[in-house]
T-cell receptor, first 112, second 117 residues
Framework: LAKTTQPISMDSYEGQEVNITCSHN???????ITWYQQFPSQGPRFIIQ???TKVTNEVASLFIPADRKSSTLSLPRVSLSDTAVYYC?????????????FGKGTTLSVSS | EAGVTQFPSHSVIEKGQTVTLRCDPI?????LYWYRRVMGKEIKFLLH????????ESGMPNNRFLAERTGGTYSTLKVQPAELEDSGVYFC???????????????FGPGTRLTVL
């Protein structure tokens, strides 16, 4: 599976928009990009997944440029409860049973 | 709909003892995964079941670990005998079999924290 690189940590204030960029230069044609969120003492939670262009749901937006070598998770107007670790994963997630490979993730700290 | 549940939430045992972790996936999910995070490391894949069959156990660290999923419902992960380096958080996840669609979202349980003294 493609290796990903993302910031180790980010700080933000409540109400701001947070953008976390992930690099995945070796992404394969059949790979999708998925983001998970993990709160302390909980398991990772699926946030959003995309293949190309832009995907938006009730939680976040995912921007993927044409070359797909990077992606940006956008969290609008963060609150204190968005403090968590965010993982960017790349793999053939259209196939059932793909093992997830987690990196270190980005620790987002939101303060008031 | 109930999520993935794991039991116990925390287990403290001595080196050499045996521990069994349990995972109840979301009802109807054919795929069940075990992952773990040891101290200071990333979350690592251990194995994957499709119903009662082991599809991929390439991440199992050694033969002290035994995973089962009898009947294709809940799964157990037994560590026997436990060693100090087995300490960490063990996560279970499940997903539906949606081959051919664009998503295979894995839903994680809260994890079992294992401490081996």
């Amino acid at each position: 599976l493609a290796k990903t690189t993302q910031p180790i940590s980010m700080d933000s204030y409540e109400g701001q928009e947070v953008n976390i960029t992930c690099s995945h230069n070796n992404i394969a044609t059949n790979d999708y990009i998925t983001w998970y969120q993990q709160f302390p003492s909980q398991g990772p939670r699926f946030i959003i997944q995309g293949y190309k262009t832009k995907v938006t749901n009730e939680v976040a937006s995912l921007f993927i440029p044409a070359d797909r070598k990077s992606s940006t998770l956008s969290l609008p107007r963060v609150s204190l409860s968005d403090t968590a670790v965010y993982y960017c994963l790349v793999g053939p997630f259209n196939q059932a049973g793909t093992a997830l490979i987690f990196g270190k993730g980005t620790t987002l700290s939101v303060s008031s | 709909e109930a999520g993935v549940t794991q039991f116990p939430s925390h287990s403290v045992i001595e080196k050499g003892q045996t521990v069994t972790l349990r995972c109840d996936p979301i009802s109807g999910h054919d795929n069940l995964y075990w992952y773990r995070r040891v101290m200071g490391k990333e979350i690592k894949f251990l194995l994957h079941f499709v119903k009662e069959s082991k599809q991929d156990e390439s991440g199992m660290p050694n033969n002290r670990f035994l995973a089962e999923r009898t009947g294709g419902t809940y799964s157990t992960l037994k560590v026997q005998p436990a060693e100090l380096e087995d300490s960490g958080v063990y996560f279970c996840a499940s997903s539906q079999d949606q081959a051919g669609t664009s998503t295979d979202t894995q839903y994680f349980g809260p994890g079992t924290r294992l401490t081996v003294l």
